[in-house]
């Protein structure tokens, strides 16, 4: 087999990125767009050693499994990966997915793994449940700023103002931002000279206050350039009717980080609220907040239950953003300690806890692998029963984190965990260095992408609960 073979596929299988993998002569081959069930002529574009990339070129029997995708750009945009696969379908392949790392990755045994794994929790409605959008902008070949989404895995646009997963909304805002940058002749930045000026619009809602945040990132900012923008959201009736904060970040580098570090606040407060359950939250533009509210509660109320709480123990939040999980439980805990390396997420922590008037917990910022260790250092007494729950990114939590804990030696510790693989590796480290699974809880978060969010309950061996 070489490259510009044509070949007959019958895909099997789904990669990490939601592209197909099906076998020719035993050599997996990865196909865009392709689904298992399909059966595919294809042609190669590229050879590895040990697998190889191809192109659909006929679908010559479609997957039982396929399902008319409603978006216009789906297997175009890179967002939504596997949104022609049937949402039952999505969630099975999840399922499997999570059982196979921990299987493979975490080296558990499948009949352990069967034991203590819950079925998927997925969205009765999994459409517009985003509460959060950066849309990449570009010069359009007419020379107007246009923006969408980027193609999977290039910096090629697609343009598209109404996402299905995100509020119908966006794209009234999108036109009147756009409608002004035009109008104005502010340029789009572009990638390769590092020179314009728009790189991103974000939006970011609160589904129970129905408040909106825009934030544009620029690559520098002169007022001047801006004024009347405002006006223009005003007059198209998004300000203040919707839009509560709007302002613009500055990211002068010649790379692909979205916000930059200086914030500079043109309407309302650099800031947003929401709600989850009875409990509110600020939000600022830097500070992570799950972006899928309705599953948020789903995976905040499983975490608690896993956190197993009477009102006595202290609730270790690390990673804790703007201190979402742990305030949620606060009521229900002695002690929430909460750490998180992102300054202006501890400052809306701190607020957070004003704000709802609980007093028993206290934020620390660092990064957890370094923090955890001080606070145990500085000594202190941390009342009843330890519980560890740790949220971190997809890259997982660093090791020097997982020793330390396990030496802490906790009753429970709980996991949310966006990338099973990473989530699989500590796992590991954990359940070798004195814990056991209790529940492995997956939650579909990412409706149609091939992401996968997970709780995970551990005890100490030996540990009643
Ligand atoms: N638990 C929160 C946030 C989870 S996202 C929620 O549910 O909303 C992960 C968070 O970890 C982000 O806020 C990120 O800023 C933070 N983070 C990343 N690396 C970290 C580290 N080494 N130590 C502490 N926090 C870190």
Redesign the pocket.
């Known amino acids: 087999m070489k490259k510009n073979d044509t070949v007959t596929l019958n895909i099997t299988d789904i990669g990490i990125h939601g592209e197909g993998i099906g076998k020719a002569a035993g050599f997996p081959l990865f196909v865009k767009n392709a689904l298992p069930g399909d059966v595919a002529e294809v042609v190669i574009t590229k050879m590895k050693r040990s697998y190889g990339y191809a192109k659909m070129l006929r679908l010559i029997e479609p997957s039982p499994d396929r399902t008319e995708p409603p978006c216009p750009v789906a297997g175009r945009c890179g967002g939504c990966q596997i949104q022609a696969l049937s949402y039952e379908k999505q969630l099975a392949f999840k399922q499997d997915l999570v059982r196979q790392r921990l299987i493979r990755i975490g080296g558990f045994g499948a009949e352990q793994i069967d034991a203590v794994m819950e079925p998927i929790r997925g969205m009765a409605e999994p459409w517009r449940y985003r509460n959060k959008a950066q849309y990449p902008v570009a010069a359009g070949d007419d020379g107007r700023v246009k923006a969408g989404f980027y193609a999977g895995r290039t910096h090629y646009l697609i343009e598209q103002t109404d996402c299905l997963l995100e509020p119908q909304i966006n794209q009234r805002i999108l036109k009147a931002v756009l409608d002004f940058v035009n109008g104005q002749g502010i340029p789009a930045y572009d990638e390769q000279n590092g020179t314009g000026i728009l790189r991103h619009i974000m939006i970011r809602h609160g589904f129970a206050t129905g408040e909106v945040m825009v934030c544009l990132m620029v690559r520098k900012y002169r007022e001047q350039m801006w004024k009347g923008i405002d006006t223009a959201l005003q007059k198209a009736g998004l300000l203040p009717a919707h839009i509560v904060s709007l302002g613009f970040s500055v990211q002068p580098e010649k790379n692909n980080v979205i916000m930059g570090k200086e914030y500079i606040p043109v309407y309302g407060e650099a800031c947003l609220n929401d709600r989850i359950g009875d409990v509110s939250f600020r939000i600022s533009p830097q500070?992570?907040?799950?972006v899928n509210p309705s599953q948020m509660k789903v995976l905040y109320d499983l975490a608690a239950q896993c956190a197993g709480l009477t009102g006595t123990e202290t609730v270790w939040?690390?990673?804790?953003?703007?201190g979402?999980?742990g305030l949620y439980m606060a009521r229900q805990a002695g002690e929430v300690i909460g750490?998180?390396?992102?300054p202006e997420?501890v400052e809306n922590a701190r607020q957070n806890a004003q704000i709802n008037g609980i007093t028993n917990a206290r934020f620390y910022e660092?990064?957890?692998?370094d923090v955890f260790e001080n606070i145990l250092a500085a000594g202190g007494a941390f009342s009843g029963e330890q519980v560890v729950i740790v949220?971190?990114?997809r890259k997982g939590c660093?090791e020097k984190l997982l020793d330390a804990i396990t030496r802490f030696s906790p009753s429970r510790i709980v996991y949310?965990s966006c990338d099973p693989a990473t989530l699989a590796r500590d796992l590991k480290f954990l359940c070798q260095n004195g814990y056991e699974l209790r529940r492995v809880a997956p939650v579909d978060q990412f409706c149609h992408s091939v992401h996968c969010e997970v709780v995970v309950s551990m005890s100490r061996v030996g540990s009643k609960q």
């Open positions: 500070s992570f907040y799950q939040d690390l990673y804790c953003g703007i979402t999980i750490v998180e390396v992102i997420a660092g990064a957890a692998e949220d971190p990114p660093d949310v």
